[in-house]
């Protein structure tokens, strides 16, 4: 049995309750997601426009270390319509990238194309992440953008316990999700787009979680999570860390709507000092006006 189908044995003896459930939200998922892609392209150019400034967080924490950007590989795990693939392949990192939905990996695709030719077949996959096996693939860097919110629990610790596998040693994780006032699970409507032309409205698998919640999902996960903070070293974050120190941030265009922001290593591993970005203890997200020109790495 290959190391992505472990999860399966930790949902307990098929057929399981929570099985059954991961099945359900996966079909649902696919379903929603492949109609949403439209009117994420509506508002594409906004999205690519600020790609640079979200993934701030996580590019200034890697490592080049005399090495080019080409031998920097990346994982982009529900890679949507390939926004952060398309601005991180222009960079010149090496971009994989993996999405439940047929419409989204077309779009992932599209975008991967203009650097990698026909080989972006191959380099973005359609398929559950849990369930696609990479075989000996390993990751300097893997996005988990508003993703882990996306799966049922315990599958979410499950997700990020699979991402602590497919890490390089000295790794990161970029893990993101909103910042809600109390957890739960359920069916919600969600609007590919706010005042999106299409009107396209869908229901689909949503899972919430307090900045607390996250941290604490994270950590069951085997991963290490970590917040900068504007004066001092690296704060490794748990249940007891105050408010203040935990990486939220204002959305860069919906207000009263704010995110958790977290860089993750694997255990036991330290955060690498901010060497890629000046002014890397800046939030990532604001209600500032992009940067004139996109934020690239240096290298």
Known sequence: MSDDAEWLVELGAAP????????????????????????????????????????????????????????????????????????????????????????????????????????????????????????????????GVAFVHCLPKPVDVLAMRKMARLLTPDGIAYLTTTDEPDGGEALALKDAMRGERDGTLMRRYRTRYTPTQFIERIRASGLTPWSWPRQGAPVELDRSTPSNNMPIFQDTHVRRKRWVDVVATRSGVPLPMPTVYAGAAEPARSHEKPPTAPLAVVG
Not at 17 to 22: E, I, R, T, V
């Open 16 to 143: 399981s309750p929570a099985q059954f459930l991961y099945r359900d939200v996966i079909a649902r998922q696919r379903a929603a997601y492949s109609s949403f892609a439209r009117g994420y392209e509506v508002d594409a150019e906004r999205r690519e426009t600020w790609a640079g400034r979200w993934l701030q967080p996580a590019m200034r924490h890697i490592d080049l270390g005399g090495r080019k950007k080409s031998a920097v590989r990346v994982l982009d795990v529900g890679s949507g319509i390939g926004t952060f693939a398309g601005h991180l392949a222009r960079e010149g990192f090496d971009v994989w990238a993996i999405d439940i939905a047929d419409e989204m990996v077309k779009r992932t695709r599209a975008r991967l194309r203009g650097v990698y030719g026909s080989d972006a077949q191959r380099r973005a996959v359609r398929g559950s992440f849990m369930e696609h096996d990479f075989a000996s693939q390993r990751f300097d860097l893997i996005l």
